[in-house]
């Protein structure tokens, strides 16, 4: 009886604790526009992310001499542990891993950031049950002096707060460190579009934690593509034409909607098919329906489906191509075959499973 009444106590000071910890005054809501993979260089696009932060900017000795709640203590002692190859105290709050983990870990943070101690805290990002320390470090590179951000992950664990390095097993928080390298704010005034996406799983509640992408974009009721490109958008026109010239077998015409990196990667890929191949997926290459175009200029993202020569969706899977707006050139296709960090948090929300139109109509104007 004893030992069931204390083990209660524990648990409903641990429950207190967690909850005195929740943001304070010092947290706000601030939106951060969001960098888009084109062609692997980050683009700044007129997307936003709503994040609950709490700033520091301030060296670590001072942050971890000012630290006041479980989380910010836990978070100082983990980069002083790792700073100083306090193995054993590093193995305490780290999450992952187990000792042969965490001290590679450690031993991997040691060499990586040689200057990790005089390291730079600079956000906390309030989570559904978790934070998110983000910390920038000066290193020099081949003579030259680098600015390198990394983030840690801390939420309750056996025996209390554990932390986990970002890494892209996370896709929501390595979506947020990518937002966070260039933490370029959304000044007062500025329009952040009229549509927001929670990123959250399908399975977890949506709160005021919960992070909102915000942007612009047009409905377009699952149209063909060619009924798309008729919109008056210059997006969706030299969409449609990249396609319209691949099923006339205008290769070269089709590679020119591409941006270079994008552009390559194709041509390779057309070149090793045989001509009979070739010839198949040309003129066979099905049309799409279009529901949605995100703009986030300079980049456009088109959501569809592919349809057969009677317009019914060959299968249920959403998916999504890049535009980027070139300038004299127009949109040109991008991305080809290549996973970014947005695209692992917009399939990390689940929706696209659901279909297509329940996904578009989530976002709510």
């Given at each position: 009886m004893?030992d069931s009444?204390?083990?209660s106590l524990?648990?409903?000071?641990a429950?207190?604790?967690?909850l005195?910890?929740a943001?304070g005054?010092?947290?706000?809501?601030?939106?951060?526009y969001?960098?888009?993979?084109?062609?692997?260089?980050?683009?700044?696009?007129?997307?936003?992310?709503?994040?609950v932060?709490q700033?520091y900017?301030?060296p670590l000795a001072?942050f971890?001499?000012?630290?006041?709640?479980?989380?910010?203590k836990?978070?100082?002692?983990?980069?002083?542990?790792?700073?100083?190859?306090d193995?054993?105290?590093?193995?305490?709050?780290l999450?992952?891993?187990?000792?042969?983990g965490q001290?590679?870990?450690?031993d991997g943070?040691r060499?990586?950031?040689?200057?990790?101690?005089?390291s730079?805290?600079?956000y906390?990002?309030?989570?559904?049950?978790?934070r998110?320390f983000?910390?920038?470090?000066?290193?020099?590179?081949?003579g030259?002096?680098h600015l390198?951000?990394?983030?840690?992950?801390?939420e309750p664990g056996e025996?209390g707060?554990?932390?986990?390095?970002v890494s892209?097993?996370?896709?929501?928080?390595?979506f947020?460190?990518?937002?966070?390298q260039?933490?370029?704010?959304?000044?007062?005034?500025k329009?952040r579009?009229?549509y927001g996406?929670?990123?959250?799983?399908?399975?977890?509640?949506?709160?005021?934690?919960?992070p909102?992408?915000?942007?612009?974009?047009r409905?377009?009721?699952g149209?063909t593509?060619e009924?798309?490109?008729?919109?008056g958008?210059?997006?969706?026109?030299?969409?449609?034409?990249?396609?319209?010239?691949?099923?006339?077998?205008d290769?070269?015409?089709?590679?020119a909607?591409f941006?270079?990196?994008?552009?390559?990667?194709?041509?390779?890929w057309?070149?090793?098919?045989?001509?009979?191949?070739?010839?198949d997926?040309?003129?066979?290459?099905?049309?799409r329906?279009?529901?949605?175009?995100l703009?986030?200029e300079?980049?456009?993202?088109?959501?569809?489906?592919l349809i057969d020569?009677?317009?019914?969706a060959?299968e249920?899977?959403?998916?999504?191509?890049?535009l980027?707006?070139?300038g004299?050139a127009g949109?040109?296709?991008?991305?080809?075959?290549?996973?970014?960090q947005?695209d692992d948090?917009?399939?990390?929300?689940?929706?696209?499973?659901?279909?297509?139109?329940?996904?578009?109509r989530?976002?709510?104007p």
């Amino acid at each position: 009886m004893i030992d069931s009444i204390r083990t209660s106590l524990a648990t409903f000071l641990a429950t207190v604790a967690l909850l005195l910890s929740a943001p304070g005054l010092a947290s706000e809501t601030v939106s951060f526009y969001v960098p888009v993979s084109a062609d692997r260089n980050p683009v700044l696009s007129s997307m936003s992310v709503d994040l609950v932060v709490q700033r520091y900017m301030e060296p670590l000795a001072s942050f971890a001499g000012k630290a006041e709640d479980e989380y910010e203590k836990t978070f100082a002692g983990v980069m002083e542990a790792v700073a100083s190859g306090d193995y054993d105290a590093a193995g305490t709050l780290l999450g992952q891993g187990g000792k042969v983990g965490q001290k590679s870990l450690v031993d991997g943070l040691r060499k990586s950031f040689p200057t990790l101690g005089r390291s730079k805290v600079l956000y906390q990002v309030f989570l559904d049950g978790r934070r998110m320390f983000v910390w920038e470090t000066n290193l020099r590179v081949k003579g030259s002096s680098h600015l390198w951000r990394r983030a840690f992950v801390l939420e309750p664990g056996e025996g209390g707060i554990r932390a986990d390095l970002v890494s892209s097993s996370r896709p929501l928080e390595a979506f947020i460190l990518a937002v966070l390298q260039e933490a370029s704010e959304v000044t007062a005034g500025k329009s952040r579009g009229a549509y927001g996406l929670s990123l959250s799983p399908p399975d977890q509640p949506i709160s005021q934690l919960t992070p909102v992408l915000r942007f612009a974009g047009r409905w377009y009721g699952g149209a063909t593509m060619e009924e798309a490109s008729r919109d008056g958008s210059r997006a969706m026109a030299d969409y449609a034409l990249a396609f319209t010239r691949l099923r006339a077998g205008d290769n070269a015409g089709y590679l020119a909607r591409f941006t270079p990196y994008s552009q390559a990667k194709m041509k390779n890929w057309l070149a090793k098919m045989p001509p009979e191949v070739l010839a198949d997926y040309q003129t066979g290459n099905p049309s799409r329906k279009i529901y949605f175009r995100l703009d986030a200029e300079p980049v456009d993202i088109v959501f569809y489906q592919l349809i057969d020569a009677q317009g019914n969706a060959i299968e249920d899977t959403v998916r999504w191509d890049y535009l980027l707006h070139d300038g004299g050139a127009g949109y040109l296709l991008t991305n080809a075959y290549a996973q970014s960090q947005l695209d692992d948090v917009l399939a990390m929300t689940g929706r696209f499973e659901k279909g297509m139109v329940e996904f578009v109509r989530s976002f709510g104007p």
